[in-house]
């Protein structure tokens, strides 16, 4: 049996959800040991690299109100968001905004000294609160600055974790690798929380860190839980060329331009009354338009992108906000902002689904809950409105970490009898199955041909034989001899990691895949060619995924959450 080591609650994952539950869950309870497990240290969680802001309503006095911040968002979700949901991330978040600035956020202030916010896509008014364009790193910072003031939080910096225990329905722990050392060890409590953030780095253009990989969402959907409405990719439209490095919102918020060939700000054809501000599935579907009909740029890689031009805000503005964003375009693509447009294209950036999660963020395994983008809650439905995701991790990281901690207080003095044959089970798997395993493909090559067939056949726009294409060459690539690590070293073996991670992010692949051809409408984030119109007779409900074995997973349905507004056509 392999070394155990016993806390009251494991938080898998360091960004913002993470890290707002330990805080959550120490300070609910001084006495329980919260654990934390990252397969990174702390601030490289990809958290960090969120830009533009952080949504809440804090000016209703100016304009601002809380029923409207829950229209947009219900309303960008193309109406597939659960709206109790939507309503309970917006009636909390103006909490969480001036706890932040308790904790010492640096929120960027209005002349008068009040925290100020911007404008951002898809919302009635501005409300993205911001901190120059680096939001994700202050908070970040803030909070894991904070965590410090609690001796009941431990961190386990470098530990991949790799399958999770279960007794029957509930929870029990995880088994997981220290890298460091390569000990396989597991991890005892009677609660846990997964915040092991997106599956992003399925596709090969992407503003996800390299390690955003589904670990923490194959880790789940192994151990019989569902996944929610993984068809749901959210495209970003402004992605820089060629590295996929995001150019934040924000850029747009303070008023930058979308630009064709022909010099003109496209958007008024799309979205005339929000124009560059429109929601970012439009944004996005209208980006590819104009490139199909020849208005578009080509980028000296031979991709066809459109510009992004700041130029007119002038550089002390440039300098005050996007101080990140220009350093960015002058490192990666040679542009400084201040002088010329940048070149941008849509590149994937969140996924909407994830672990399915009722509105507690409690998973279907008792004593397991998932919070920020592992789970799907329902907040953001079909397409997810700027700003909402670091709000989404701040407030279910606070709920899903004092339900854990009280979850731990009722099972304190119960031993918890982790199964052997389980603990067996999962060496079994990771050492004869894959580190020990043998095989001629090389599994870096079979990684990029699966990122490179979602970039293709599972991009902005899909349809049937694309998508079935897509779905074919993933499982050709599951079932080639790809499962073999040859750096045997022990310690430090990134390439048993990578391996691992490869393997998630396969399965992973084919439940978009499978989600995206059997959803034959057009909703939000998910444009269909062969059916371009939403469907709310047929396909207004969130797909279940179910894993079956190495077979293709099950699907199953289930209906959305109505308490206020029933669905419109979606006009900006």
Known sequence: MADTISHDVLIIGSGLAGLRAAIAAAATDKSLSIAVISKVQVMRSHSVSAEGGTAAVLYEEEGDNQESHIYDTIKGSDFLADQDVAERLVRNMPFEIYQLDHWGMPWSRRKDGRIAQRKFGGYSFPRATFAQDKVGFYEMQTLYDTCQKYDNIHFYNEWFCTSILRD?????????????TGNFVVFK????????????????FSTYAFSSTPDGLDMAFRAGLALK????????????MPSGILITEGARGEGGYLINNKGERFMSKYAPGKMELAPRDVVSRSMIREIQEGRGFKHETGFDCMKLDLTHLGAERIKEVLAGIREIG?????????????????????????????IDGATELAGLWTAGEAACNSTHGANRLGANSTSECIVWGRITGELAAKHAQSKKSRSLDISHSQVAGEEKRIYDGLFRGSGSVNPYQVRKE?????????????????LSEALKKVR???ASMWKHVDDKAKEYNTNFVNVMEIDSMLRTAEVVLVGALNRQESRGAHARTDYPDRDDTRFLQHTLAYYDGEGEPRMAWQPVTFTRYAPVERKY
Do not use: W
């Open 168 to 180: 029957g329905s509930s929870f029990q722990g995880v088994t997981a690798i220290e890298i460091k």
């Open 229 to 240: 409405d993984m068809e749901f990719v959210q495209f970003h439209p402004t992605g820089i």
């Open 189 to 204: 409590a009677p609660a846990g929380i997964i915040c092991t953030g997106g599956a992003g780095r399925i596709y090969s």
């Open 450 to 466: 699966m990122t490179d067939v979602m970039d293709e056949k599972a991009y902005v726009f899909r349809n049937e034989q694309g």
């Open 476 to 478: 050709e690539l599951k």
């Open 330 to 358: 002058i490192k990666f693509s040679g542009i400084d902002i201040i002088d010329e447009p940048i070149e941008v294209r849509p590149v994937c950036h969140y996924m909407m689904g994830g672990i399915h999660a009722n």
